[in-house]
């Protein structure tokens, strides 16, 4: 990969890393929650499971699979399965929320599907300009 590329990667990583912490800060704001309970543990676990989540959505719109779906589920399901290994490793260091699993699964996906469907709005538009 090239230099742009991986300033591209790094540039979203850091943009959705740091909406996604001040939206968790506001919304423990909003609820009367002026410590984060988890403290750093809490930041990093975020910072992996973004990473994970970068690491496949760029896998995803590079693999040469087609169609465009087959694409996006073979990058999807492996790196769901990473997340919930990476969540499991978690509960060996501190015991997990009950809804540990099901809170990854609608963080990740909701990104990944967002993520996607602004991948998708960019190829087709790319595609219609003659760019591909």
Partial sequence: MNKKKWIR?????????TAI??????????NGT???PSGNWHELDRAMILLIGIAAFELCTNLPVKPLVLRYVSAYIP???????YVWFTGLREPLAKTAYRDIWI???????????????VYAYKKKRGQF
């Avoid at 990667?9 to 890393?17: A, G, L, N, P, T």
């Avoid at 912490?21 to 919304?27: F, Q």
């Avoid at 963080?107 to 709005?121: G, H, K």
């Fill in 9 to 17: 990667i790094v540039s979203v990583y850091s943009m959705i890393y």
């Fill in 21 to 30: 912490t001040l939206l968790n800060s506001v919304l423990y704001l909003c």
């Fill in 34 to 36: 002026y410590e984060d």
């Fill in 79 to 85: 790196s769901l399965l990473l997340a919930f290994a």
């Fill in 107 to 121: 963080n990740f996906t909701s990104l990944f599907v967002l993520l996607s469907i602004i991948n998708t709005a």
